[in-house]
């Protein structure tokens, strides 16, 4: 009788441990990301963070999230921002090689979880199309974007995140 490995199953991620926050998340955004000079200063990061993995996790509308995460708006500017600003997928890479020296990459075959959200700006069929109305585009960049990254395509991400901010 072949004997089945149980593997102790581990918690779900609600928030960022204060070692992972230190060690990655604070020296990431703080080169990525630093406070504007001007304008009203930001809502705290850690917090914008734990809202961001909080509204992932559940599904929930941006503006249904607990009061606990700070402005639900504000919260939504720092994800779309951090979006633009491909520091999701720089987290990714770091994330990969963290994992990587505990030995629990596979390089050949990864996943990663996403969710489908409405087609915006596409026209019924049958229906005519009112040409002076205004419709958000879809979002095809983001659609289109590989989910996984190669070993190779880790090393550039890394590599062009830390090139000082005045050469990109």
Request: hydrophobic share 35%.
């Amino acid at each position: 009788m072949e004997r089945i490995e149980t593997r102790e199953t581990l918690p779900t991620i609600w928030e960022v441990s204060d070692a992972m926050w230190g060690n990655v998340f604070l020296p990431l955004l703080s080169h990525l990301d630093p406070p504007s000079r001007m304008g009203r200063p930001r809502i705290d990061q850690r917090k914008a963070c734990d809202g961001i993995i909080y509204r992932l996790r559940t599904g929930c509308q941006w503006n249904a999230l607990p009061r606990e995460f700070g402005d639900d708006i504000r919260v939504y500017r720092t994800f779309r921002r951090w979006e633009s600003q491909g520091i999701f997928d720089t987290l990714w890479a770091v994330l990969l090689y963290s994992c990587e020296d505990l030995g629990g990459v596979d390089w050949q075959w990864q996943a990663a979880e996403g969710c489908l959200g409405k087609a915006r700006g596409v026209p019924k069929k049958g229906r005519k199309s009112n040409a002076s109305a205004k419709t958000r585009p879809t979002v095809a960049r983001r659609a289109s974007r590989k989910a996984c990254l190669s070993r190779a395509a880790a090393d550039r991400l890394l590599f062009a995140s830390r090139e000082p901010m005045a050469t990109r």
